[in-house]
Nanobody, 127 residues
Framework: QVQLVESGGGLVQAGGSLRLSCAASGGTFSTYVMGWFRQAPGKERDFVAAIGQNIGYTGYGDSVKGRFTISRDNVKNAGYLQMNNLKPEDTADYYC????????????????????WGQGTQVTVSS
C-alpha cells in the first residue's frame, strides 16, 4: 500500500479556484494509477478525475470537464487536482485514491476498485 495525504481544500466563492495536493509515500508512486473522488453529505462517492501510470492518460467526470485538471509529479511523489471555475455543487469532501495493480480490467471511475485512499480534504464553494 501507499499512504496518501490530501491538502489544499478550503472555502472559496463560486468562480474561484483551488489546487488540491495528494502526497504519496510508501510505494513506487510512478507505478500507481491515481484518482480523485468526491462525496457530499448524504451522497454517493463520485468520480472526479484519474491519471494513469503513463501520465499521458487523464480522464474526467462529465461534471468537471473543462474546469478541473489532474496531474502528477512522480519525482515529488505527488498528485494534484487543479479546480477552476468552482461551483456550489462542487462542495464535497475530496479524496485521493491510488492503485498499484491496475491492468485495464476495471474502470478508473470505480471507487471500490482502488486499494489506497487518503482521509480527504473539504472543499466548500459558496454562492
Amino acid at each position: 500500500q501507499v499512504q496518501l495525504v490530501e491538502s489544499g481544500g478550503g472555502l472559496v466563492q463560486a468562480g474561484g479556484s483551488l489546487r488540491l495536493s495528494c502526497a504519496a509515500s510508501g510505494g513506487t508512486f510512478s507505478t500507481y494509477v491515481m484518482g480523485w473522488f468526491r462525496q457530499a453529505p448524504g451522497k454517493e462517492r463520485d468520480f472526479v478525475a484519474a491519471i494513469g501510470q503513463n501520465i499521458g492518460y487523464t480522464g474526467y467526470g462529465d461534471s468537471v470537464k473543462g474546469r478541473f485538471t489532474i496531474s502528477r509529479d512522480n519525482v515529488k511523489n505527488a498528485g494534484y487536482l487543479q479546480m477552476n471555475n468552482l461551483k456550489p455543487e462542487d462542495t464535497a469532501d475530496y479524496y485521493c485514491a491510488a492503485d498499484s495493480e491496475y491492468n485495464g480490467s476495471w474502470s478508473l471511475t470505480t471507487p471500490n476498485r482502488y486499494d489506497d485512499w487518503g482521509q480527504g480534504t473539504q472543499v466548500t464553494v459558496s454562492s
